[in-house]
T-cell receptor, first 111, second 113 residues
């Protein structure tokens, strides 16, 4: 399977703290994306980082990518209760049209 | 603007019954279309994707099939459902270019009893 893995599987933090989740993948990629999923809903795109980029910011989100280690991290700063959701990384197939998702991190932000 | 519609939201089916889930996209042409399945508390498994009408690629052997009869319509089917087909099914579309994101439907929760 080309599915990646996130860790931790679950994360519980207090509001205002930072949340960091990690993603590892298996094959070469064009880009890596992070998505958010509220319970029982579809996924919503958060941020995309290209394979030639090492770090990217968007609002309270910071993503890093290390292609040599085939890993990425998502940092959410100053977390809010509304950030409670599952977060997934997704990689594209470098020579195809497929997108493969990791196993996800379930984030709970306690008010 | 582009929208994606997926229905029904919830479905309860007996083992051995047929299945048809439909997904349609509006506001774009020639999208790449995807069907994913998500087991409870798990990640997304890519089932099928399509880059054009009648073009279907299957990622895993299974009890399901997919069809794309029109440019913006993607259908997931089964002739006889198994208990293991239960899960949350998500349809998604992509513009087909690099550095573009996937847009997801709201999902169908399928329970096979």
């Amino acid at each position: 399977s080309q599915q990646g893995e996130e860790d931790p599987q679950a994360l519980s933090i207090q509001e205002g703290e930072n949340a960091t989740m990690n993603c590892s993948y298996k094959t070469s990629i064009n880009n890596l994306q992070w998505y958010r999923q509220n319970s029982g809903r579809g996924l919503v795109h958060l941020i995309l980082i290209r394979s030639n980029e090492r770090e990217k910011h968007s609002g309270r989100l910071r993503v890093t990518l290390d292609t040599s280690k085939k890993s990425s991290s998502l940092l959410i700063t100053a977390s809010r209760a509304a950030d409670t959701a599952s977060y997934f990384c997704a990689t594209d197939a470098i020579a195809g049209n497929q997108f493969y998702f990791g196993t996800g991190t379930s984030l709970t932000v306690i008010p | 603007s582009q929208t994606i519609h997926q229905w029904p939201a919830t479905l309860v089916q007996p083992v051995g019954s047929p299945l048809s889930l439909e997904c349609t996209v509006e506001g774009t042409s020639n999208p790449n279309l995807y069907w994913y399945r998500q087991a409870a508390g798990r990640g997304l498994q890519l089932l099928f994707y399509s880059v054009g009408i009648g073009q279907i690629s299957s990622e895993v052997p299974q009890n399901l099939s997919a069809s794309r009869p029109q440019d913006r319509q993607f259908i997931l089917s089964s002739k006889k459902l198994l208990l293991s087909d239960s899960g949350f099914y998500l349809c998604a579309w992509h513009g087909g270019l690099y550095n573009e994101k996937l847009f997801f439907g709201s999902g169908t929760q399928l329970s096979v009893l």
